[in-house]
């Protein structure tokens, strides 16, 4: 076996036989910068809760504002529910307003958006 047999064929091609492979120029797409990778992993990680999940999209689902009083059964206590939104509201996905008893939530928009800025196959 020699040590060529494990190099794609587009690379012999580039180096040619007998010599070294070279990597190919354009095989690394484009980098997200260090400040949009911290913010994309912070709403993913926000995202990444199944509750916290579908907490956002039933306010963002919404398409205004939620009283928390129409959002509590996800399954878990109210305490954990207000844990989970204010993950939310850290990362940004979503605002809130205090009216006597109740707080309204809502979705701030363009923040999923962000997502859109990962690199697709």
């Given at each position: 076996m020699t040590a060529t047999n494990h190099v794609p064929e587009?690379?012999?091609r580039i180096s040619g036989?007998?010599?070294a492979p070279?990597?190919?120029p354009g095989t690394v797409g484009d980098e997200l910068s260090p400040a949009l990778a911290e913010e994309l992993a912070?709403?993913?990680k926000?995202?990444?809760d199944p509750v916290r999940l579908r907490l956002y999209s039933r306010i963002a689902g919404a398409r205004g504002e939620v009283c928390v009083c129409d959002i509590q059964d996800v399954?878990?206590?109210q305490p954990t529910?207000?844990?989970?939104?204010r993950k939310l509201?850290?990362?940004g996905l979503i605002d809130c307003e205090r009216r006597g008893t109740w707080v309204y939530y809502w979705a701030l928009p363009g923040r999923i958006d962000l997502l859109d800025q990962l690199p697709r196959p």
């Open positions: 587009q690379l012999l036989p007998g010599t070279v990597c190919a912070g709403l993913l926000a995202l990444a399954g878990v206590s529910v207000s844990h989970h939104l509201r850290e990362a």
